[in-house]
């Protein structure tokens, strides 16, 4: 199993371009987030699925879209980069329930000019 | 507002000895669980530990090991035996329903 993936790796964008950071999972899960990691605040979470169809709203949503249409791919778009986007971002994978681990892909760092 | 609090940005250790990094939490939730991760400089995020809030016993997984006060709101992390391996970022993190909240994190240095 490849577990959970993240495409690209690292990226750099302009002010008020467009893109969508790649998540893949391989492992039938579920549940799957996007989490985003700045200095001093540990991860936030931003969006998650609980299931093909069905998003809802994390933490720190604003400036980022979702769309779950299938199990294993949870991409995140971002519709207009601002410099408040540059982060580190985690995409996560779990079987349904609370007291299951969350698997981490390996981050996608992300710099807005 | 569920939050996770770790007031220890930085720790240093020396190898073979132990270290506890602390870890408070803040919810009016009744089912929940509470985990250890670490980020070592790969950026990786890995399970260390996890712990379920209806069960008193602490969590233990070889060298780590948990102290989980469920009435203080307290969920602290052992490590014993410290390795240079274990230099990295340790969170603490609280999951309820389908939300996951993460602690700032503590640096773990660990000297030789």
């Known amino acids: 199993n490849a577990g959970v993936t993240q495409t690209p790796k690292f990226q750099v964008l302009k002010t008020g371009q467009s893109m969508t950071l790649q998540c893949a999972q391989d492992m039938n899960h579920e549940y799957m987030s996007w989490y985003r990691q700045d200095p001093g605040m540990g991860l936030r979470l931003i969006h998650y699925?609980?299931?093909?169809?069905?998003?809802d709203q994390g933490e720190v949503p604003n400036g980022y879209n979702v769309s779950r249409s299938t199990t294993e791919d949870f991409p995140l778009r971002l519709l207009s980069a601002a410099p408040s986007q540059t982060s580190v971002y985690f995409c996560?994978?779990?079987?349904?329930?609370?007291?299951?681990?969350?698997?981490f892909g390996p981050g996608t760092r992300l710099t807005v000019l | 507002a569920q939050t996770v609090t770790q007031s220890q940005p930085e720790m240093s250790v020396q190898e073979a000895e132990t270290v506890t990094l602390s870890c408070t939490y803040d919810?009016?939730?009744?089912?929940?669980?509470l985990f250890w991760y670490k980020q070592p400089p790969s950026r990786q995020m890995i399970l260390v530990i996890r712990q379920e809030a209806y069960k008193q016993q602490n969590a233990t997984e070889n060298r780590f090991s948990v102290n989980f006060q469920k009435a203080a709101k307290s969920f602290s992390l052992k490590i014993s035996d410290s390795q240079l391996g274990d230099t990295a970022m340790y969170f603490c993190?609280?999951?309820?329903?389908?939300?996951?909240?993460f602690g700032a994190g503590t640096i773990l240095r660990v000297k030789s």
């Open positions: 993190a609280f999951r309820y329903g389908n939300k996951l909240v």
């Open positions: 699925s609980v299931g093909a169809g069905i998003t």
């Open positions: 996560a994978s779990s079987l349904a329930g609370t007291h299951n681990e969350q698997f």
């Open positions: 919810t009016s939730e009744n089912n929940y669980y």
